[in-house]
């Protein structure tokens, strides 16, 4: 038994609404792969819960009018690395939730829980950040869009209102257009795991495949949110696909990045291995989008 | 306070049930407390261990991280779920004990649930999918590779009589 003190089960996202207004103090509840366990652990003793779990109209992936990827908030892990417009477009985000805990956390688990808790190590978040990625929140006033960089506001807190709850993620098309990406999670273990550091990068090359057009680079645990490297995507734009390239680039991540000492690992090994994923990512993004390292 | 019930219908081994649920159970605790199925094990109660793993409409879930409330409308299958009619095991059980792949038994549901829905996605694995899809669970005593050949053998006894019978693989 859970120490849960009232479920409140939403029919609709309308309804959904309803009750967020009805009992501010109620946490919401996805998958549970989260929110369970810090019950159990007492985190969340006697909390009041608003299941959303139930709501199939969140789940799924599909292209909108726009042709935008519209990710529901419900699809599961699983589910986002089977689907075929994931596979098509942006296959890189199926491969970092692929790594998400173990394989019946990933039926379970769902892209929108990993983006509300707000924690550093989402391994869907900075695929998210390096793909410009849209949050879609829906309130009582109707529907906000946000980009995601501004969706998390500081470790653990993201900029979800009282009467609101995540109902899609969307990839803008003239994001992932062109562009191919890699994501490396540095854990200890190859499962049950999180993140020590993990890394996404993508890039859109010129027409000759000799030159990179633009690439994207994000974090989770380089500091308390997920982050983009400025310094290292300037380096890397409008540069020729040399190692002189991939060493500026990896070189000026440190320029952005803000990791910490945690009993995980030190801010000296999280820099360290920083850079040395912002390389490999770089050149196995380079080498998906079809460009060959002089 | 007074406890918050939920009635609920699903199907659990087949077979279509009715009940009224506390609200703040887990899964684990319908099937283990309501049904009896005990090979529904706790162990860490945190999603880790696997050792309370259950099919959930095809897909694997561990039932200590899902509410009882949930499981209105779904089909459900445990361990007993897979013995015939007689009470004879499944080949992917008689695998299990034919490679030595169980020693106190606490993980061997969980582990086999994971591999029925290995097995019933009717396609070839490499090892290192197999150890990938596997990688739900915990086992402190055979060391994993037992474990491991079972479900290789199971799955390529499967494969070869589907092939056997003209069916895709």
Redesign the interface.
């Known amino acids: 038994m859970y120490d849960i003190k009232a479920l409140y089960e939403a029919q609709s996202v309308a309804d959904a609404v309803r009750l967020r207004l009805e009992h501010p103090q109620a946490q919401i509840i996805a998958g549970g792969t989260d929110v369970l366990v810090q019950m159990r652990e007492g985190k969340r003793a006697g909390a009041e819960l608003i299941s959303i779990y139930g709501l199939d109209e969140l789940r799924g992936v599909s292209l909108d009018g726009e042709e935008n990827i519209r990710i529901g908030s419900l699809t599961s892990f699983s589910h986002i690395t089977k689907d075929p417009v994931i596979q098509r477009y942006i296959n890189v985000l199926g491969e970092a939730v692929d790594q998400v805990g173990g394989p019946q956390i990933r039926n379970a688990g769902t892209i929108g829980g990993n983006t509300c808790n707000g924690v550093t190590s989402a391994d869907s978040a900075s695929t998210l950040f390096a793909w410009d990625a849209v949050i879609e929140l829906t309130g009582s006033q109707g529907v906000r869009r946000l980009p995601i960089q501004d969706f998390y506001l500081s470790a653990g807190k993201v900029d979800l209102r009282p009467d609101e709850l995540q109902t899609a993620i969307l990839i803008p098309r003239d994001s992932y257009e062109s562009c191919f990406g890699h994501y490396i999670k540095y854990a200890m273990r190859n499962a049950m795991d999180i993140a020590t550091t993990g890394c996404s990068v993508n890039v859109v090359l010129s027409g000759d495949r000799r030159t990179i057009r633009r690439a994207r680079i994000a974090y989770g645990v380089a500091g308390p949110i997920p982050m983009r490297c400025p310094s290292a995507e300037a380096a890397a734009k409008g540069k020729p696909l040399t190692d002189g390239t991939v060493e500026a680039f990896a070189a000026a991540v440190l320029e952005d990045i803000r990791p910490r000492d945690s009993w995980r690992a030190s801010k000296a090994f999280r820099e360290h291995i920083a850079v040395e994923l912002a390389r490999r990512c770089l050149r196995e993004a380079c080498e998906l989008a079809g460009g060959a390292m002089e | ?1 007074s406890t ?1 019930y ?1 009635r609920i219908r699903c199907v659990v081994n087949g077979k279509s049930v009715e009940r009224m649920v ?5 899964l684990t ?1 319908l099937l283990r407390n309501d049904f009896r199925l005990t090979s529904v094990k706790k162990g860490c ?4 261990c ?1 050792a309370c ?1 259950v099919i959930i409409d095809g ?4 039932s ?4 009882a ?2 499981a209105d409308g779904k089909e459900i299958r445990t361990l007993e779920g897979l013995l015939g009619p007689g009470g004879e095991l499944s080949d992917i059980q008689q695998a299990f004990i034919d490679e030595a792949a169980i020693q106190c038994g606490f993980c061997t549901p969980g582990f086999i649930m ?1 591999a029925v829905e290995i097995l019933e996605s009717g396609r070839a694995y490499t090892d290192e999918e197999l150890r ?6 915990l086992c402190r005593c055979t060391g994993y590779e037992n474990i491991l050949r079972a479900v290789k053998k199971t799955m390529m006894k499967r494969l070869e009589a589907s092939r056997g019978q003209g069916g895709a693989v």
Do not use: I, P
Request: aromatic share 10%; hydrophobic share 35%.
């Open positions: 306070m918050q939920k506390d609200v703040r159970a887990s605790d109660e945190v999603g880790e696997g793993n897909e694997c879930f561990n200590c991280l899902y509410l409330a949930w994971t990938k899809l596997l990688s739900g669970h």
